[in-house]
């Protein structure tokens, strides 16, 4: 079984600060994990994967995320905030021995305030 | 180059109709999967394909909802007996192979059951 809970539900930062988006997963066997962004009227693109090789993961747009077994967590984080960045963020897990279903987590709506 | 298109983007239909989605994937991509979007919700999954099989629909919420992929490209999610419920954005997604790999999804069809 797996599971994906995103901590909240919406975040607000003012452009220029730090982004910190926060994931827990659950999951029986060695997990695959990702992030996807959607932004309004747009389709889901992912913007990072870890898939068991270095625990911090880099991805598009300065986002990256660090992969902690001990705290079973995958919190996405970006140094400093574009207006561009507002969008709903969802975690996702996936596990190599069913790695065609995939979980979402229910999302979290960032804002970016000028 | 193309990426993956749903048809139609919205869809509207009564109570107890019968409505069937579309996907087409990227070219060359193996795997394909769907899901379905409730507001305020991440992605549920519903079914992936490998080639033309299904390897897993254990998403697939009750049997008024099949989905088939005769050649291993074009998919149709089929729902019979539409109920308000259903009322949902259906995304479609393809991937290169099942294995933790980025899915690249569509804009996904809004169907709504009056």
Known sequence: ??????????????????????CNYSSSYSPSLFWYVQHPNKGLQLLLKYTSAATLVKGINGFEAEFKKSETSFHLTKPSAHMSDAAEYFCVVSVNTNAGKSTFGDGTTLTVKP | GAGV????????????????????????????????????????????????????DSGLP?????????????????????????????????????????????????????
């Open chain 1, 1 to 22: 079984a797996q599971s994906v809970t995103q901590l909240d539900s919406h975040v607000s930062v003012s452009e220029g600060t730090p982004v910190l988006l926060r």
């Open chain 2, 5 to 56: 298109s749903q048809t139609p983007s919205n869809k509207v239909t009564e109570k107890g109709k019968y409505v069937e989605l579309r996907c087409d994937p990227i070219s060359g991509h193996t795997a394909l999967y769907w899901y379905r979007q409730s507001l305020g919700q991440g992605p549920e999954f519903l079914i992936y394909f490998q080639g033309t099989g299904a390897a897993d």
């Open chain 2, 62 to 114: 009750n049997d008024r909802f099949f989905a088939v992929r005769p050649e291993g490209s074009v998919s149709t999610l089929k729902i019979q007996r539409t109920e308000r419920g259903d009322s949902a954005v259906y995304l479609c997604a393809s991937s290169l192979r099942p294995t933790a790999n980025e899915q690249f999804f569509g804009p996904g069809t809004r169907l709504t059951v009056l």
